[in-house]
């Protein structure tokens, strides 16, 4: 049975592999889970192996298409199916929740075949098999927040999904990639604001600041550059760069006037002034483990 996190990748991978047999039937035609073997000996060895992959395959029992797909390609590296059993072994071993071997399947794909006319389908595949690496044994379990977390997955998913854009603008996968793209900018920025949490309370206001700053630079078409603007305005105030912070306010107003940390007359309600995350001496005392400040926390989810 699947619990939590768990549960939510088996969904997300079973609605993608919906999507990779749409795609894979449009983009390949015939030669996928059945193509046209009439001209091989009947019964042959290589035949049986093909069919028997493709059946594996049509029920999803990835781990038996993998063993079949890896057989046929040993037996017959020169056959007729030996590049299509490689490709279709990087969906086998997807479908396997074996994500580091799809990876590794794409990149001998794309290292042996670079000029193949599905070669930008082992790019696509890469970026999904990234994104899904699960970051841990006890994230199947506990659903959490993936941008509290390591984002170092997504941003390797972005750049292979980059990657697959730029070197195949036209390809049948492209507008899925970009989809994902979008999706996966969201995360890291959020991810940005939750480490500028982190620096609020460790009381690194300019590390903050300069975190903000990013996601305001650098991610201006994620709802993050809310909570970047804020981030920013907050952390110029505790600095005691009153104008810097009153610049970041206005923009923040103008952008974003229904933003939690803004009265109704536009001006920044918060509590923290540049004395205001002293530590008291019990705290300082016991490195942080008592009577903590209560540092700023930005988690504003503006509506689309």
């Known amino acids: 049975m699947y619990h939590g996190g768990r549960l939510l990748l088996a969904l997300r991978i079973l609605l993608t592999r919906s999507l990779l047999l749409s795609l894979l039937l449009l983009s390949s035609g015939c030669s996928w889970f059945g193509g046209d073997d ?45 590049e299509q059993a490689q490709l279709e072994l990087v969906y086998a071993h997807y479908g ?25 389908y082992a790019f696509y595949m890469k970026g999904l098999a990234a994104y899904d690496i699960e970051p841990g044994f006890f994230s199947r ?15 390797i998913a972005f750049a292979e999904f980059s990657q697959l854009l730029t070197r195949y603008p036209d390809s049948a996968y492209a507008p ?29 206001y300019m590390a903050a600041l300069n975190r903000g700053k990013y996601v305001v630079e650098h991610m201006q078409q994620t709802p993050s550059v809310a909570d970047g603007l804020a981030i920013m305005a907050q952390a110029y105030l505790l600095l005691g760069l009153n104008d810097l912070a009153e610049e970041s306010i206005d923009v923040l107003c103008e952008n974003y006037p229904d933003h939690p940390n803004l009265t109704p007359g536009c001006t920044f309600d918060t509590v ?33």
């Open 38 to 82: 009439d001209d091989l000996v009947a019964d042959s060895g290589e035949q049986q192996l093909y069919r028997e992959a493709q059946r594996h395959l049509k029920n999803e029992n990835f781990g038996l298409a993998v063993r079949s797909l890896q057989m046929l390609e040993s037996r017959y590296p020169f056959g007729r199916y030996a």
């Open 96 to 120: 396997a929740y074996e994500f580091e071997a799809a990876t590794e399947a794409a990149d001998r794909f794309i290292r042996l075949h670079p000029r193949h006319p599905n070669v930008d």
């Open 141 to 155: 379990f506990i659903p959490s927040d993936d941008t509290k977390r390591d984002v170092s997955r997504i941003r």
């Open 272 to 304: 923290y002034t540049m004395d205001g995350l002293e530590r008291s001496w019990i705290n300082r005392a016991t490195l942080g483990l008592f009577n903590p400040p209560k540092p700023p926390q930005f988690n504003y989810r503006p509506k689309s």
């Open 176 to 204: 899925d990639a970009r989809q994902r793209m979008v999706h996966m900018r969201n995360m890291l920025a959020r991810h940005e604001i939750h480490v500028a949490n982190y620096y609020f309370r460790r009381g690194a």
